[in-house]
């Protein structure tokens, strides 16, 4: 993405030196001609390598889409889902007593699993809603360790093994 910004500026200061100080640097006409071709195509490699970036997703962010479980938790709904456009959903359950989720958009930054959740999107799947409780707007988990079938994050200093399905 660095590449990228470094482009746009270049293209846009060849802009300016050609256009915007006319008066102070006499330009002919075929220099300006000249000028303006090579912005341009700085301009439009600079939107090629933004558009083949993939939404600005990293490799790491891209092997870790998919769905995390808990078995001993459960074995029917995932606890975590992670999508390939960055939506998100985490589903917080309680066996027998609680279940709901909360949709949010997700990235990795530094090591750590961040989702910015959407406190307006709780759907309750089984139990009483007053059980809920707060939801945090953001929750950032280190990741402790990513293989392709487990996610090992950190939880108020506890570790939790999350098991990955492709379904």
Same mark, same amino acid.
């Given at each position: #993405?660095?590449?990228?910004?470094?482009?746009?500026?270049?293209?846009?200061?060849?802009?300016?030196?050609?256009?915007?100080?006319?008066g102070?640097?006499?330009?002919?006409?075929?220099?300006?001609?000249?000028?303006?071709?090579f912005?341009?195509?700085?301009?439009?490699?600079?939107?090629?390598?933004?558009?083949?970036?993939?939404?600005? #997703?990293?490799?790491?962010?891209?092997? #870790?889409?998919?769905?995390?479980?808990?078995?001993?938790?459960?074995?029917?709904?995932?606890?975590?889902?992670?999508?390939a456009?960055?939506?998100?959903?985490?589903?917080?359950?309680?066996?027998?007593?609680?279940?709901?989720?909360?949709?949010?958009?997700?990235?990795?930054?530094?090591?750590?699993?961040?989702?910015?959740?959407?406190?307006?999107?709780?759907?309750?799947?089984?139990?009483?809603?007053?059980?809920?409780?707060?939801?945090?707007?953001?929750?950032?988990?280190?990741?402790?360790?990513?293989?392709?079938?487990?996610?090992?994050i950190?939880?108020?200093?506890?570790?939790?093994?999350?098991?990955?399905?492709?379904?």
């Open positions: #993405m660095l590449f990228c910004s470094e482009i746009w500026k270049i293209a846009i200061a060849v802009r300016i030196f050609v256009y915007a100080l006319p102070k640097f006499p330009i002919d006409t075929s220099m300006k001609s000249l000028a303006f071709t912005s341009t195509s700085l301009s439009a490699l600079a939107l090629l390598a933004l558009s083949a970036s993939c939404s600005g #997703m990293s490799e790491r962010e891209k092997i #870790m889409v998919g769905k995390y479980y808990i078995p001993a938790i459960s074995d029917t709904h995932p606890l975590i889902e992670l999508d456009d960055r939506n998100a959903v985490l589903r917080a359950i309680r066996p027998g007593e609680l279940s709901f989720y909360v949709a949010g958009q997700w990235r990795v930054e530094n090591d750590s699993l961040i989702i910015d959740n959407d406190a307006s999107s709780i759907t309750i799947e089984e139990g009483d809603p007053s059980l809920v409780g707060t939801v945090a707007p953001r929750v950032a988990y280190p990741i402790v360790n990513f293989d392709e079938t487990t996610l090992r950190e939880k108020q200093g506890i570790i939790y093994d999350y098991h990955r399905r492709m379904n």
